[in-house]
Nanobody, 127 residues
């Protein structure tokens, strides 16, 4: 059983920064593609960013490209999301997720591709 625990959320003013962390346990972290998703009230869960097993390939939603950076530390079984230049529209519950099986040439963006999920951490950006 894989467990994912997010941390680092909070309240920040527009233009500010936050760094989210997701610690995993239970299985071989190095094999997973790791992703971040978010869900705002009344909206569907949407893809934010993902990183492949070795950290060399990343993919971002257009809405966060150039502002967010995903990274991973396989020695610490942890994935990070550095969020800069935050906007009020970034306000959401942010989830970390792990994909066990995926194409090595295509980083998955669909929530259904991810097998394990954390409980989420709230990010609120005030204007």
């Amino acid at each position: 059983q894989v467990q994912l625990v997010e941390s680092g959320g909070g309240l920040v003013q527009a233009g500010g920064s936050l760094r989210l962390s997701c610690a995993t346990s239970g299985q071989t972290f190095n094999n997973y593609c790791m992703g971040w998703f978010r869900q705002a009230p009344g909206k569907e869960r949407e893809f934010v960013a993902a990183v492949n097993w070795n950290g060399l390939d990343t993919y971002y939603a257009d809405s966060v490209k150039g502002r967010f950076t995903i990274s991973r530390d396989n020695a610490r079984n942890t994935v990070y999301l550095q969020m800069n230049s935050l906007k009020p529209e970034d306000t959401a519950l942010y989830y970390c997720a792990a994909a066990v099986r995926y194409s090595p040439t295509l980083i998955p963006t669909a929530p259904s591709t991810y097998n394990y999920w954390g409980q989420g951490t709230q990010v609120t950006v005030s204007s």
